[in-house]
Antibody, heavy 118, light 114 residues
Framework: QLQLQESGPGLVKPSETLSLICSVSGGSISRSNYYWGWIRQLPGKGLEWIGSIDYTGSTYYKPSLKSRVTILVDTSRNQISLRLKSMTAADTAVYYC???????????WGQGTTVTVS | DIVMTQSPDSLAVSLGERATINCKSSQSVLDSSDKENYLAWYQQRPGQPPKLLVYWASTRESGVPDRFSGSGSGTDFTLTISSLQAEDVAVYYCQQYYSVPPYTFGQGTKLEIK
């Protein structure tokens, strides 16, 4: 059974760079059909897709976040990572990783990790 | 970006009764080439990640009870729970995956027991 697990610092200072890892178990991240995405949920708010990557490293990002976001894949560790620079209080959120195919919904989600900017 | 707007923002329904949640997209999510509506519904229980319930507007994900059904086409969609159970208390989101990037979600509808 495929499982995704996010990890990273729970607290980040303003202006710093957030680094998160999504570890994938129960399946290979190198399956050619799949993308691995990052989605966040602001406190008491809805869901915001940040960006996605496939096993070759092909990425696409939300245009309004593109200048601050980097998503990378490490197939040897079966992980993807998210870097979000110049963090502000507005980036405080629960960050999820999830699996999807191109132009399909997210069918497997991690439990999420809470990030506070303060 | 395609804007997804849900109604109502919150809803209270008695156990065993029908619950209906609406979702409207700012442009059509119907693909003329494959005739599919690129619209999904998710359920998010408190403290949990979202769970995919319905995709292609009306196809239930494996394991989802048949009391959940999706309908609609083009820009107007509905998620119906035919007989509300206690475990259905959650926030429900619609999502379009037709015009990406970005994937966009509705603001959510909070469903409670009356």
């Amino acid at each position: 059974q495929l499982q995704l697990q996010e990890s990273g610092p729970g607290l980040v200072k303003p202006s710093e760079t957030l680094s998160l890892i999504c570890s994938v178990s129960g399946g290979s991240i190198s399956r050619s059909n799949y993308y691995w995405g990052w989605i966040r949920q602001l406190p008491g708010k809805g869901l915001e897709w940040i960006g996605s990557i496939d096993y070759t490293g092909s990425t696409y990002y939300k245009p309004s976040l593109k200048s601050r976001v980097t998503i990378l894949v490490d197939t040897s560790r079966n992980q993807i990572s998210l870097r979000l620079k110049s963090m502000t209080a507005a980036d405080t959120a629960v960050y999820y990783c999830a699996r999807h195919e191109i132009r399909t919904p997210m069918d497997v989600w991690g439990q999420g990790t809470t990030v506070t900017v303060s | 970006d395609i804007v997804m707007t849900q109604s109502p923002d919150s809803l209270a329904v008695s156990l065993g009764e029908r619950a209906t949640i609406n979702c409207k997209s700012s442009q059509s999510v119907l693909d003329s080439s494959d005739k599919e509506n690129y619209l999904a519904w998710y359920q998010q229980r408190p403290g949990q990640p979202p769970k995919l319930l319905v995709y292609w507007a009306s196809t239930r994900e494996s394991g989802v009870p048949d009391r959940f059904s999706g309908s609609g086409s083009g820009t107007d969609f509905t998620l119906t729970i035919s007989s509300l159970q206690a475990e259905d208390v959650a926030v429900y989101y619609c999502q379009q995956y037709y015009s990406v990037p970005p994937y966009t979600f509705g603001q959510g509808t909070k469903l409670e027991i009356k």
